[in-house]
């Protein structure tokens, strides 16, 4: 079962729950109507039946009102698991792609800059390979936590996937660019501490902005991972 086809049967649930409530409120206004013309009349044996009545659809609607509500927190956390990296807690490629959209959007009407990053980790594969997937797993949590402490809070830092981070921001000029882009190389070759040990690191960080390098998403980041490549080759760093 995909992550979509939950959030599917979470939302068929959500609208079962919202029908229920309705037919529910609907009796109850139908209940409350005839209590009141009982009321008008003898038959008290009657009268008793259907406050009873009344008060049962009450509890019924109660816990419906109660299962929705469940079923919303649920419904929300699936959303956020199936768009947030399970490793790092960064927006993940699903996410980036919206969010990246939207600041595109941003910046189109506003008349604005914007800069996309692809930061890529210099050796990480040697990383895995010599201290194992835990220790590799932990640098890249460290990663996360140094690229997110190095930009502001209206800033966007995902993980695309493996070792491959994309940041992307709203700028005032292209020089703003070349300094996120440096910023973010810097955060990443200190000392970073992994739970038992500290670890140099390096990345490969390239940029595009728009509107001169392109105006759609997938331009874009083709255009920051292009850079990101020619960076690494005049470092001489092996592409892993």
Same mark, same amino acid.
């Given at each position: ?28 206004? +139908?209940?409350?109507? *005839?209590?009141?013309? *009982? $009321? ?6 009657? &009268?008793?039946? &259907?406050?009873?009545?009344? $008060? ?7 816990? !419906? %009102? $109660?299962?929705?509500?469940? @079923? ?7 959303? %956020? /698991? ?22 595109? #959007?941003? @910046?189109?009407? %506003? ?5 996309? =990053?692809?930061? #890529? ?11 194992? %997937?835990?220790?590799? #797993? ?5 990663? !996360?936590? /140094? ?10 830092? =995902? ?13 005032? +000029? ?14 990443? =070759? ?5 739970? $038992? ?11 595009? &902005? ?7 998403? +997938?331009?874009?980041?083709?255009? /920051?991972?292009?850079? &990101?490549?020619?960076?690494?080759? !005049? ?6």
């Amino acid at each position: 079962m995909t992550a979509t086809d939950g959030l599917d049967a979470e939302q068929q649930r959500l609208v079962a729950l919202r029908q229920e409530i309705a037919a529910a409120e609907a009796t109850l206004l +139908s209940l409350q109507a *005839a209590i009141q013309s *009982a $009321q008008a009349e003898p038959g008290q044996e009657a &009268m008793h039946g &259907m406050a009873a009545e009344n $008060q049962r659809l009450t509890a019924a609607n109660l816990v !419906a %009102h $109660q299962e929705t509500a469940t @079923a919303y927190a649920a419904l929300e956390k699936a959303v %956020h /698991a199936s768009r947030t990296d399970a490793l790092t807690g960064l927006l993940n490629r699903l996410a980036l792609w919206d969010r990246l959209e939207h600041d595109l #959007d941003l @910046a189109r009407r %506003h008349g604005s800059m914007l800069v996309v =990053c692809f930061v #890529d980790i210099d050796g990480f594969k040697h990383v895995n390979d010599t201290l194992g %997937h835990a220790i590799g #797993d932990q640098l890249l949590q460290a990663i !996360a936590r /140094a690229l997110v402490g190095a930009v502001r809070a209206s800033d966007t830092v =995902c993980r695309l996937g493996g070792d491959e981070f994309v940041v992307f921001a709203q700028i005032s +000029s292209h020089e703003d660019g070349i300094q996120l882009a440096g910023k973010l190389a810097d955060a990443i =070759c200190r000392p970073l501490q992994l739970e $038992q040990r500290q670890l140099m690191a390096s990345a490969s960080v390239g940029f595009s &902005m728009f509107p001169e390098d392109g105006d759609t998403v +997938s331009t874009l980041l083709s255009k /920051a991972d292009e850079a &990101m490549y020619r960076i690494k080759k !005049a470092r001489d760093v092996p592409p892993v």
